[in-house]
């Protein structure tokens, strides 16, 4: 019998209802309006359920199990497997919200902390927006960033940082580090303690969290101490944090002056070695191709003295100097072809970025006019044996953290943070460490307890992965991976699922669609020259 239309309808609809409660993925439609203010929603009670959960802490997966989530605190977790289930009576339910996600066959984790990221302006390097980075990180479970400088303003970003706190704005966590004045900066200012002094408590004012020293003069070693000083007298939750490069301001230095974090590797090896590296006579810190051609031979030159390097680690550790090495955005020095075809860049990378990367000395980081095949087996060495002390400074108790550099080419928003964890399996970590630092040692370094792990309590910051990232990190890439189903016929699977930041669930799939029809749009409008 044929049914009239509107009864057809509501056939349907009753049907698709039905199903959609069956899988438990939504118990409560968004309210109207929701889906215009933010791509995300906050429930009063969030039921994550049948998940294999790694904490963070640095224990292995466990599960299934319910996790329960009250606006923005876990407020249970309810282990789900047989024997548990056995020992709670006839009487036990399941807990149930006002929306229940189902994550059976998924795992759980921490939200990521990429500990180096630069937020880009809208229009910034290579056309890209706010909305394209900060859904590219989201999209692939960066829940945190710790911005070390950026083009578009610390007014803007703390603007960005209070909506997303009402969830009015698509946005990770904002930590804001205000970069102190260097060479393409304004240079009247901060070369004294005294002036640092002052500047240090004017950025704080504008609502800095913590201070970024670059190349400039902020990496005098009096300039560095009194910046050091005065942003742990006024409590600056971010600390310190430096990018040594070619300075009279080493790892040592650092370290003993009271810098929070270490970035990239610059000033670790340079340490160990007496005097300066080798340079050639006509080197030119300035020129970028001779800047990270040498930069290739540093940790070769430094490891004929290891136990010289061993002690520099050793007052890193003491001192408690977080090193944060950011070896992803430094890959392409060892293998170019390789990191400019990374499979994300058909779908997740605009045109104009891929641009604005290519060999460019007006650009920051284009210096690959004229790399070498030489080039690449020293940057291939160099990875090497930096890695090994990477390992080393884990296994002596130091602490490291997880940073993409990203805003280029070579280190694209959220997928060069997946990136880095597989570059710390390289370097011999274990997964569960390695998710621990990415996650655990963040907020230990940020000094903020209650995001440290998955625990009762804790606020609500976390990512449900279709697949075990302790197995294999690419699970975690936007762009899937490629496996085989039960009948042998091939599949895609992977990627997060859901994000989930301070109780707000994004639909992480979501978020990568919108960037690819970002991409799709900007393949189809005409582009100027960057030059």
């Known amino acids: ?24 993925e939504e118990r409560q439609a968004q309210p109207r309006g929701a889906a215009e203010k933010t791509a995300g929603q906050q429930y009063a009670r969030l039921i994550v359920r049948d998940a294999m959960l790694i904490s963070g802490r640095g224990t292995p997966a466990e599960g299934p199990v319910d996790i329960v989530i009250e606006r923005d605190r876990i407020t249970d977790i309810i282990p789900t497997d047989a024997v548990s289930m056995g020992n709670y009576g006839r009487g036990w339910k399941r807990p149930t919200g006002d929306r229940i996600i189902d994550a059976k066959g998924m795992y759980v984790m921490p939200g990521i902390v990429d500990m180096h990221a630069h937020i880009p302006g809208d229009g910034g390097r290579g056309g890209t927006s706010f909305e394209y980075a900060y859904k590219l990180w989201l999209g692939h479970g960066v829940t945190t960033l710790r911005d070390a400088g950026n083009g578009a303003g610390i007014e803007r970003l703390r603007e960005h940082r209070r909506l997303g706190d009402l969830n009015e704005m698509t946005v990770p966590r904002l930590v804001l580090h205000e970069r102190w004045p260097n060479v393409s900066r304004q240079r009247d200012k901060g ?18 969290d913590g201070i970024k020293v670059s190349k400039g003069p902020g990496h005098f070693p009096d300039v560095l ?16 944090m430096v990018d040594l490069k070619v300075s009279e ?9 009271g810098v929070r974090s270490i970035e990239h590797w610059y000033g670790v090896p340079d340490a160990a070695i007496p005097g ?87 650009n920051h980081g284009s210096y690959h006019a004229n ?15 930096w890695m090994s002390y990477v390992k080393k400074f884990f296994d002596m108790g130091g602490t490291l953290t997880v940073g993409s550099d990203a805003g280029s080419l070579y280190a694209l928003y959220g997928a060069t943070t997946i990136r880095e964890l597989e570059l710390l399996q390289e370097a011999g970590l274990h997964p569960i460490d390695i998710i621990q630092i990415a996650t655990r ?58 994000t989930i930041k301070n109780g707000v669930v994004f639909d992480a799939p979501a978020l990568l669609r919108d960037v690819e029809a970002m991409v799709r749009s900007a393949r189809t409008t005409p582009t100027t020259s960057l030059q």
């Open 441 to 498: 040692n963040a907020w230990k370094v940020l000094g903020k307890p209650e995001l440290e792990g998955i625990r009762i309590g804790h606020l609500a910051d976390l990512i449900v992965v279709d697949g075990n990232p302790l197995d294999n990190f690419k699970v975690l890439y936007g762009t899937g991976i490629d496996t085989f189903d039960e009948t042998g016929k091939p599949v895609r699977r992977g990627g997060v699922r859901w």
């Open 1 to 24: 019998m044929r049914l009239p239309r509107f009864r057809f309808v509501l056939a349907l609809a009753l049907a698709a209802s039905l199903s959609s409660a069956g899988r438990g």
């Open 225 to 240: 101490a009194a910046i050091c000083d005065e942003a742990r007298k006024l409590g600056m939750p971010g600390g310190v």
């Open 371 to 385: 790399w070498k095949t030489s080039d690449e087996i020293a940057w291939g060495e160099n990875l090497r044996i």
């Open 249 to 257: 301001t080493d790892a040592v230095i650092a370290s003993n002056a």
């Open 276 to 362: 300066t590296q080798h340079f050639p006579a006509d080197y030119n810190y300035w020129d970028e191709e001779d800047r990270f051609r040498w930069a290739g031979h540093l940790w070769k030159e430094a490891n004929q003295r290891p136990e010289e390097i061993v002690r520099v680690l050793e007052t890193m550790v003491k001192n408690g100097t977080n090193w944060d090495p950011t070896m992803a955005v430094y890959e392409g020095n060892r293998d170019l072809g390789r990191v400019r075809r990374m499979a994300w860049h058909d779908r997740f990378t605009l045109p104009a970025l891929m641009q604005y990367w290519s060999p460019n000395p007006a």
């Open 191 to 208: 070369h004294t303690p005294e002036e640092a002094r002052a500047l240090v408590r004017q950025y704080r004012d504008a609502g800095a």
